[in-house]
Nanobody
């Protein structure tokens, strides 16, 4: 059973960088053909895919967020991280990490429980 757990601060000040970590257990983030994604849901809005890091270490980003987003990994800890810079209140959302075996299908087989991040001074 693969499990994902998000961690990070629940409150971030405007203009700062949001940093979240997803810790994976029950499976390796380097296992072939899996893509480890960050997805968020602002209040009252739909889920938004932010980006992903592949089993190979390659990264993929949403065009609308690419300039502010960085996804990296720490294979020794089986973790991958999200950094979102220059945040505004519009970045307030529940942030999820999830696993997919095909980014094109937008289908995820495992999700973290999600973590609320509020951007406010």
């Amino acid at each position: 059973q693969v499990r994902l757990q998000e961690s990070g601060p629940g409150l971030v000040q405007p203009s700062q960088t949001l940093s979240l970590t997803c810790t994976v257990s029950g499976g390796s983030i380097t296992t072939s053909n899996y893509y480890w994604s960050w997805i968020r849901q602002p209040p009252g809005k739909a889920l938004e895919w932010m980006g992903a890091i592949a089993y190979s270490g390659s990264t993929y980003y949403s065009p609308s967020l690419k300039s502010r987003t960085s996804i990296s990994r720490e294979t020794s800890k089986n973790q991958f991280t999200l950094q979102l810079s220059s945040v505004t209140p519009a970045d307030t959302a529940v942030y999820y990490c999830a696993r997919a075996n095909d980014l094109a299908t937008n289908e995820y087989d495992y999700w973290g429980q999600g973590t609320q991040v509020t951007v406010s001074s």
